[in-house]
């Protein structure tokens, strides 16, 4: 099932986001670039993206801080080697709060993902130093096909429904809205339609700005970092 996303999925939603002429940040692992180098290249060929998602699929919160500190390095590492670029965003899966640190003790990287409690990105003090999360979301997301959605269009109005009422409120002050996608889940023929719907749909508004999280990242250390 999850080799679907890589062999099938991938291609099909990055189609899709050629066609709209969206860039988007994947999240990915090191070490599932290493085994679709293919894949990796185009990530960055098309001009999205590639965020560290770790080394390997494990939970942060179960290893000790160097075993953490140990496959971040490894995923640098990985993505640059098979996508050419050197991740500047962080977003392990099961992350700590030593994550934050080891990512400004590394240097390289302008954010990290790992808050769910807010509709903008913010700054943080870690160890003095001034970081940047950009916070995600498991609301407009395609796990919920795992739990609620039984068909494409309910994630598609879902979605739409969340856009309506960020564009509304963005009239007063500035929105983000975070979509987040797996290959093997929404690379699939049917739902693949329903993220390609909301795309057009929110395309069709004017001021809507498709970003990628380094470019979300660049923009806020330039107008709000100093």
Sequence with gaps: HANYGG?????RLMDIFDRYDVKVTFFACGRALERNPKAAAEITRRGHEPCSHGYLWLDYFRLAREAQREDLLKSIAAIRATTGRRPVGFFPR?????CRELAVEEGGFTYESITYNEDLPYFLDVGGKKFLTIPYTLDNNDFRYWRSFLEPEQFTRYLQASFDRLYAEAGQTPK???VGLHLRT????????????????????????????EDIARLWWERFGR
């Design 176 to 178: 983000m809205m975070s």
């Design 7 to 11: 062999s099938v999925g991938i291609w």
């Design 94 to 98: 099961g992350a700590t709060a030593e």
């Design 186 to 213: 929404s690379g699939l023929p049917a739902r693949a339609g329903a993220v390609e719907a909301f795309i057009a749909y929110a395309r069709s508004r004017p001021g809507v700005w498709f970003a990628r999280r």
